[in-house]
């Protein structure tokens, strides 16, 4: 069963408040807050599916609120619907301009407050499952190409904010071809997601991400963690692909599939572009395959 859907429901009166609580509480998860302030940061800690947000609160508007909303990536896509005992059609269409989804006006229907937010939520489900699928390989159901692009914009620009370094690991899936060759390309589909499970479980750390980078590569992108980490957690992934034991007659690896990584680590400054990272990776990944295979080597 999927886990139930939250609202976040932002109001400074508390009968208004308890009333719709009520009103949802049966079917979805429901956080509350009674100020703007509180808003924003359960919006941020805890990403809810929708937020209902009054109007006029003590300390920070409801339009303030919408707009820090939308400018922070982590939340600019979770829709608000503003609740006001306003009725001015000014006042409707200022919240809709800065994108608000909905606007509803107090003493709220609440047949029809449950129908609409439904009607919100399913958007957002749906909103949510094209952008997952969008960001997933469909062959190893892992992080894709474009979701590892985006994630290492991402983690560059945190990297420079806090002045911490930021490693990867390019892995490449030795002797693919041959396995091809040998096995056959459904067999080969199969390896690839052997391979991909196996890496996907030897990064424990939350902020670590497995991307299929194309063809028979992965990549591995390893927040605050300095080179020698990196290489033991490359090393770490060759070892775990070995004891997999998964066949390749071709293999040079004692007939069995095996794996070359190359490693960088870099604290991120305003004079490069991620880029480098994964260029300095690269070679080192193709001395990891000149030199033998099967086998780790970090860039200096």
């Not at 924003?40 to 909303?69: K, N, T």
């Not at 989804?101 to 957002?124: F, S």
């Not at 902020?207 to 605050?224: N, S």
Request: proline share 4%.
């Amino acid at each position: 069963m999927s886990e139930r859907q939250s609202i976040l429901i932002v109001d400074d009166d508390a009968t208004g408040l308890r009333v719709l609580r009520q009103a949802f509480v049966d079917q979805y998860r429901v956080l509350f807050a009674t100020t703007g302030g509180d808003a924003l940061l359960i919006a941020q800690r805890e990403l809810p599916d929708l937020i209902i947000l009054d109007i006029v609160m003590p300390d920070i508007d409801g339009h303030s609120v919408l707009r820090q909303l939308k400018a922070n990536e982590q939340t600019t896509d979770i829709p608000v619907i503003f609740l006001t005992g306003r009725t001015r059609e000014a006042d409707e269409k200022i919240g809709l301009e800065l994108g608000a989804v909905d606007y509803w006006t107090k003493p709220v229907k609440i047949d029809i407050a449950r129908i609409r937010a439904h009607n919100h939520l399913e958007l957002k489900r749906h909103r949510d499952l094209l952008a997952r699928l969008a960001l997933t390989d469909s062959l190893c159901d892992i992080p894709n190409r474009r979701s590892f692009d985006l994630s290492l914009d991402r983690e560059w620009r945190r990297g420079l904010r806090f002045v911490r370094p930021l490693s990867m690991v390019l892995i490449d899936v030795d002797k693919f071809k041959s396995f091809n060759d040998q096995y056959g390309h459904p067999a080969g589909d199969g390896c690839l997601r052997r391979v991909a499970g196996i890496i996907e479980d030897c990064l424990e750390r939350p902020g670590d991400l497995v991307a299929r980078y194309g063809g028979e590569e992965f990549a591995c992108i390893l927040p605050e963690t300095e080179r020698d980490g990196a290489s033991q957690i490359a090393e770490q992934l060759r070892q775990a692909v070995l004891e997999a034991r998964i066949p390749h007659a071709r293999s040079l690896a004692d007939g069995f599939v095996s794996i070359s990584c190359g490693v960088a680590t870099m604290i991120p400054s305003h004079g490069l572009r991620p880029e480098v990272l994964v260029d300095v990776a690269d070679k080192a990944l193709y001395m990891a395959k000149r030199d033998g295979r099967n086998r780790v080597v970090t860039a200096p």
